[in-house]
């Protein structure tokens, strides 16, 4: 099994082996590591997430992962945020409050509304519609490929022209974010079958 050096961010909010497998799946070791040395060294660094983001970020911060991320991102080494871990990397969370994120794209990070009809969580299988084909996690993924979500919030950035992909419920809402080395999904790749696992082998390649 090739080396891709990728270190899995262990902050105690996510179901981590199943993100680690993931990657073994498609040929690539990963690491499970709360070590801020051990993040600080690896070449492509992924934070997955489940649970608040009040929380999440709190423990981020405790234990210095926030700042040894964002170093890693300002080197220009790839990243990849999972879910929470998506949300996390906007300007702020608007779940149980307002909160700080580590703020490495601008935006919000807000509630689906209530609507009749609408279940909150969005959770289940939803149509993936790139807006910018080009971003190389999409290299060889089908046709309205389909992936899994599990989130009762999204992101909406600041600058539109980070999205690199959209899904409906019923409105469209951000589900991929791409600039630079920065990737981040609000679906689940782990879950997603032969779609995430594209994608998930796309990221360890860069």
Request: some cysteine.
């Amino acid at each position: 099994m090739p080396t891709a050096d990728i270190a899995i961010v262990d902050y105690g909010m996510a179901n981590l082996r199943s993100v680690q497998k993931a990657f073994e799946r498609v040929g690539f070791s990963a690491d499970i590591t709360a070590d801020p040395g051990r993040i600080a060294g690896a070449a492509k660094v992924v934070l997955p997430g489940v649970g608040a983001f009040r929380d999440a970020i709190a423990r981020l911060r405790e234990s210095g992962l926030a700042d040894t991320i964002a170093d890693h991102v300002r080197a220009g080494r790839p990243f990849l945020g999972i879910c929470l871990g998506m949300q996390l990397i906007f300007t702020r969370g608007h779940e149980d409050g307002l909160h700080t994120g580590l703020d490495l794209f601008a935006g919000d990070v807000v509630r689906f509304p209530h609507r009749p009809g609408l279940k909150v969580p969005h959770m289940g299988w939803n149509t993936l519609r790139p807006t910018r084909p080009d971003c190389p996690l999409f290299a060889g993924l089908p046709a309205d490929p389909a992936v899994y979500f599990v989130h009762s919030y999204y992101p909406v950035p600041a600058d539109r022209g980070v999205v690199a992909a959209e899904s409906d419920y019923p409105d469209p809402f951000c589900a991929v974010v791409w600039k630079d080395n920065v990737y981040a999904t609000q679906f689940h790749p782990e879950k997603s079958q032969e779609v995430g696992l594209t994608m998930l082998k796309n990221f360890a390649r860069l």
